[in-house]
């Protein structure tokens, strides 16, 4: 381990199996991991018997907590940023941490593994071929609307992140702007309540409005 480097490291989005070897011994060697929340990371920590201590890394903080960890890297401390499911840097704080360590000229290391969106797409029976990531939308809804107008000229297979309360307006607004076409809605991929369902947006619209959407999803256009 070359000291005072950044070491990108993906943790599972759900199945704590999901993990690399490589990822594992990284997070032991390293003299302090960042997270976005600890008693989350700790969960995975405990079950694989890493030491390491932790500090959060939340979004509010991340002024301080960035140069608190820049500071650490240039006194040649390593430091694993984790975050709280798949890869650091996706639609997550982690973002901020690695573009500042990269403009402090500090080593920034990917130790690759889940993240949501390959894991969706590539069950979601869409072109993998091409395809582009746009995570959250915006939460207001003619934002949101005027974005999806945008994408709905895209030839390229677009993938979408959702929260659980804001699953059926985002369909909804689907429908309205791309009509009643089939689409791919991963939920819960991993975990114990994972689903797939390959539906015209009409459908998921209705299967919500019996089931309450729970768990985390990701939609493949
Ligand atoms: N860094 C993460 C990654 O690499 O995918 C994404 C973090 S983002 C804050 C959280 C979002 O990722 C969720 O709202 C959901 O859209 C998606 N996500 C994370 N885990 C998921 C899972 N197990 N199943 C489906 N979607 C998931």
Known sequence: MNPGTLYIVSTPIG?????TLRAIRTLKEVDLIAC???????????????STPLVSY??????QKGEFLIGKLKNGKNIALASDAGTPGISDP?????????????????IPGPTALIAA???????????VYEGF???KSSQRRRRLKELSEEKRTVILYESPHRIVRMLTDILEVYGDIEIA??????KKFEEVRRERVSSLIQHFKSTPPRGEFVLII
């Open 137 to 139: 939308l915006s939460n």
């Open 185 to 190: 809605l991963a939920r819960e991929l991993t």
């Open 15 to 19: 199945n704590l199996e999901d993990i």
């Open 36 to 50: 976005e929340d600890t008693r989350h990371t700790r969960i995975l920590t405990s079950k694989y018997g890493i």
């Open 58 to 63: 939340f979004q509010y903080k991340k002024i």
């Open 94 to 110: 982690g973002v901020h941490i690695i573009r500042l360590a990269l403009e402090n000229k500090i080593p920034v290391v990917s």
């Open 121 to 131: 797409l590539t069950v979601s029976g869409k072109p993998t071929h091409k395809f």
